[in-house]
C-alpha cells in the first residue's frame, strides 16, 4: 500500500514538473496587467543646433518604449499637463471591444483636456511583433510617439538567434512650431512646410548642418543577429531604409508574421512598421562603422525635404584590435538605399510581402465577400471665400476625399453619439462606389472640376461582413501613394495594380493563399489596391490617409461595426473616466 501510495504521488509530482518545465520554456499564456504613466509635457529638445519647446512623453524624444507580451491587459494613464488637447492612439492594436481606447479625438473619445487625465484600458490579442504609438489630435504626433513592442508568447517562427532587438524609429524633426503651422495651413488652404530633417531614434545624422552630435549609433559584435523593429513615425513622407553593405531579412510587418526573405532595403510608410534581421557578418574598414539611412520615397509633386539621414552600425573591437576613439567614416555614402522615385522598387518590395501563412500563425483571409466598397481618394481645390486669401494651388484651397467626401470632424466624439443612440452628428450614407465614374488615374486636372463635397458620413457594418474595400488612387492634382490605415482590425492585400480597378478582371488575380497582413497600406501611385477582412470588432472605427496634411484636408471616413448576437462580441460599455466634450 505504501509502495502504491508514493507512486501515485511520484506520478502527480512528476506531472508539476513537466509542467511547469513547459510553461517557463513556451511561457503559456498568463494573462498580467502591465501598467504605464505617460506624462504629456514640454521638453526643450536642441536639434540643427537650434532649441525649440518640444510636447513630449515623459520629457522623452522619441516617448518611451512600451513593452508588453502577447495576451497583456494595458493601461497607460495619460495626464495631460500642458495647455492643449491631446489624445493617444495605439497604432495597430485591435481593440476588441474596447473602442474607447483606440485615441483618435472626436472619433473614439473626446480630447483630454489640459490638467485632466485618462487611462487607456485594453489587451492584446493573438498580435506579435512591432507597432507604434502616438498622439491622435492635431499634428502632435510630430514629436509624441513612440514603439510598442508585443512580445510573443510561443517561441519565433524562424530559427535565427537573435542576440539583441533594437527599435529603430524614423521621424521628421521641424524647427518650427507645429500645431502654428497645421493652423495656417487650415487657415489659408495651403500646403504644410517641410520638415528640417529626417530623424533615426529622434537624431537627424551627420548629413544635416550642425548635427554631428545628434547621430543613432548601434553597436553590433561581429557575427551576431540582431533584429530591428524599424517603424515609421513620420508626419508626411513614406521612407526607404537601407544599411550598408548588410542585407536585411523581413520577419513580421505589422506585428504579424511573414514568410522570411532578404533584401537590400525595405519601404515603410507612415503608420507601418517592419521587424528585419540583420546579421553582422561584414568586415568593416578602420573606422569600424557601416551608415544605415532612410530618406523619402516620393511620387507626389508637393515640395518636400530632399535629405537624408544617417546612423551607424559600429562594430565592437576584437581583443587583440586597439579601441580608436569614435570617429565618423570619411565616406558617408549611403550604399543599397534606393533613390527617392525609385516606383520599381517599391513596387517589388510590397509585391513581395507574404503572409507567414504556417499552421500555427494561419493566414485568416475571407474566401468570400459579403460587400465589396469601392473607395477613389483624391486631392480638391475649393474656391476661395471671397473674404479670405488662399495659398493653395491656383489660389484655391486644398481639401482631400474619399469617394468625394471629404469628412468633417464632429464637435463630439462618434463613438459616444453611437453608444447614446444620438445620430445627429453623421449620418450612415457614405457612398459605397464613387459618386461618377471615369478615368480615375488619367485625369488632367486642369480640365477637371476639383470641388469635393464636405460631410460626417459612415459606412455601417452588420457584424461578421466579410468585407472587401477596393482603394482607388485618382490623378486630381497628381496621382500619389497614399498610406491608408484602418483602425481597429487588420487586413489582408489581397491585389494592387496599376491604372483603374477592373471588376471583372481584377478579382481573378488576388492572392487568396497567402496575402499580407497590415493595418497600413501603401496605394500604389496612379493605382489601386484591394484589401479584406472580416468586420467582427463592434465599434466605430477611422479609415484616413497617414500623411498628416491628408488626413486634416479630410481624406478620412469611419465605419460602425454594429454589436454581435451575444454579449461576448458587443462593445463594452464606456469607462467612467472617459473624457467628455
Ligand atoms: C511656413 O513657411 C512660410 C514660407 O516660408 C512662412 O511664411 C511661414 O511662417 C511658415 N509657417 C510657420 C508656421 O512657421
Ligand atoms: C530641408 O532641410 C534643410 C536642413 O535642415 C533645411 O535647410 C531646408 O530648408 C529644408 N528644405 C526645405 C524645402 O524645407
Ligand atoms: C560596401 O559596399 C560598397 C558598395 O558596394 C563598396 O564599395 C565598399 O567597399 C563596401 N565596404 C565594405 C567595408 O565592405
Ligand atoms: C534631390 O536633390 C538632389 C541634389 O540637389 C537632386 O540631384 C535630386 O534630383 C533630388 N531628388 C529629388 C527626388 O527631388
Ligand atoms: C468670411 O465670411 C464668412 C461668412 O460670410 C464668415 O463666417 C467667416 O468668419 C469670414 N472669415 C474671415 C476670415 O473673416
Ligand atoms: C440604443 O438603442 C438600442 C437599440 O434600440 C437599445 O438597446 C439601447 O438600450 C439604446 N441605448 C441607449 C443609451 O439609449
Ligand atoms: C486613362 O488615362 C490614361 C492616362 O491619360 C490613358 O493612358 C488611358 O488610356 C485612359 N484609359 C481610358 C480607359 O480611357
Ligand atoms: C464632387 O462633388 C462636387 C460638389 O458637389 C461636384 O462638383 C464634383 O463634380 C464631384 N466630383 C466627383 C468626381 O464626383
Ligand atoms: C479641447 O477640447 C474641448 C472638447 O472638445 C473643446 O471644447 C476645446 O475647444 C478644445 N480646445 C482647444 C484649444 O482646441
Redesign the pocket.
Known amino acids: 500500500m505504501e509502495g502504491v501510495h508514493l507512486n501515485y504521488w511520484s506520478l502527480i509530482l512528476v506531472t508539476l514538473v513537466i509542467l511547469a518545465a513547459l510553461r517557463s520554456s513556451y511561457s503559456l499564456p498568463t494573462a498580467t496587467t502591465k501598467r504605464f504613466v505617460f506624462n504629456v509635457e514640454w521638453k526643450q529638445v536642441t536639434r540643427l543646433c537650434r532649441t525649440k519647446n518640444l510636447l513630449t512623453v515623459n520629457g522623452e524624444y522619441p516617448g518611451p518604449t512600451i513593452a508588453v507580451h502577447e495576451g497583456d491587459n494595458v493601461e497607460v494613464k495619460v495626464i495631460n499637463r500642458v495647455n492643449q488637447n491631446t489624445t493617444i492612439h495605439w497604432h495597430g492594436v485591435k481593440q476588441i471591444r474596447t473602442g474607447w481606447a483606440d485615441g483618435p479625438a472626436y472619433i473614439t473619445q473626446c480630447p483630454i483636456k489640459g490638467g485632466h487625465s485618462y487611462t487607456y484600458k485594453f489587451t492584446i490579442v493573438n498580435q506579435r511583433g512591432t507597432l507604434l504609438w502616438h498622439a491622435h489630435y492635431s499634428w502632435q504626433r510630430a514629436s509624441v510617439y513612440g514603439a510598442f513592442i508585443i512580445h510573443p508568447r510561443m517561441p519565433y517562427p524562424f530559427s535565427y538567434q537573435i542576440h539583441a532587438q533594437v527599435p529603430i524609429i524614423l521621424g521628421e524633426w521641424w524647427h518650427l512650431d507645429v500645431e502654428a503651422m497645421e493652423k495656417e495651413m487650415m487657415r489659408y488652404g495651403s500646403g504644410p512646410n517641410c520638415s528640417d530633417a529626417f530623424t533615426i531614434n529622434g537624431f537627424p545624422g551627420p548629413l544635416y548642418p550642425c548635427s554631428h552630435k545628434d547621430t543613432f549609433i548601434q553597436t553590433v559584435e561581429p557575427g551576431k543577429t540582431y533584429m530591428l523593429r524599424i517603424i515609421n513615425a513620420a508626419l508626411s513622407d513614406e521612407l526607404f531604409f537601407a544599411v550598408s553593405n548588410h542585407t536585411l531579412t523581413v520577419v513580421e510587418i505589422d506585428a504579424t508574421y511573414t514568410k522570411p526573405f532578404t533584401t537590400t532595403a525595405i519601404m515603410v510608410t507612415p503608420g507601418q512598421t517592419t521587424d528585419v534581421l540583420l546579421t553582422a557578418n561584414q568586415v568593416p574598414d578602420s573606422s569600424g562603422m557601416f551608415v544605415m539611412s532612410a530618406q523619402p520615397y516620393r511620387t507626389s509633386v508637393f515640395p518636400f525635404n530632399n535629405s537624408t539621414t544617417i546612423g551607424f552600425l559600429r562594430y565592437k573591437k576584437t581583443r587583440n584590435q586597439k579601441s580608436k576613439p569614435l570617429a565618423f567614416p570619411a565616406n558617408l555614402a549611403t550604399h543599397n538605399l534606393p533613390k527617392m522615385e525609385d516606383t520599381n522598387f517599391a513596387t517589388w518590395y510590397l509585391g513581395i510581402l507574404k503572409s507567414l501563412a504556417s499552421p500555427q500563425f494561419p493566414c485568416l483571409v475571407p474566401q468570400k465577400i459579403d460587400k465589396r466598397v469601392m473607395v477613389t481618394i483624391s486631392l480638391n481645390l475649393q474656391d476661395c471665400p471671397a473674404n479670405m486669401t488662399c495659398q493653395g494651388y491656383d489660389n484655391k484651397r486644398f481639401y482631400a476625399s474619399m469617394n ?1 467626401q471629404s469628412f468633417v470632424r464632429p464637435s463630439m466624439s462618434i463613438l459616444q453619439s453611437y453608444y447614446k443612440n444620438l445620430s445627429n452628428d453623421y449620418s450612415l450614407d457614405f457612398p459605397e462606389k ?3 465614374a ?1 478615368n480615375y488615374t488619367g485625369v488632367d486636372p486642369l480640365k477637371e ?1 476639383m ?3 464636405f460631410g460626417t458620413k459612415l459606412l455601417q457594418l452588420p457584424y461578421g461582413t466579410n468585407l472587401e474595400i477596393v482603394l482607388q488612387d485618382t490623378g486630381f492634382l497628381n496621382v500619389e501613394n497614399h498610406p491608408i490605415h484602418v483602425h481597429g482590425h487588420n487586413f489582408f492585400i489581397v491585389g494592387q495594380g496599376f491604372g483603374n480597378f477592373d471588376v471583372n478582371k481584377d478579382p481573378a488575380t488576388y492572392n487568396l493563399v497567402d496575402p499580407p497582413e497590415r493595418n497600413t497600406i501603401a496605394v500604389p501611385s496612379g493605382g489601386w489596391a484591394a484589401i479584406r477582412f472580416k468586420a467582427d470588432n463592434p465599434g466605430v472605427w477611422f479609415i484616413h490617409c497617414h500623411l498628416e496634411e491628408h488626413t486634416s484636408w479630410g481624406l478620412a471616413m469611419a465605419f460602425i461595426v454594429k454589436d454581435g448576437p451575444i454579449p461576448s462580441k458587443c462593445l463594452l460599455p464606456p469607462p467612467e473616466d472617459l473624457p467628455l466634450c
Open positions: 468625394n464613387p459618386p461618377k471615369f472640376n470641388n469635393t463635397e
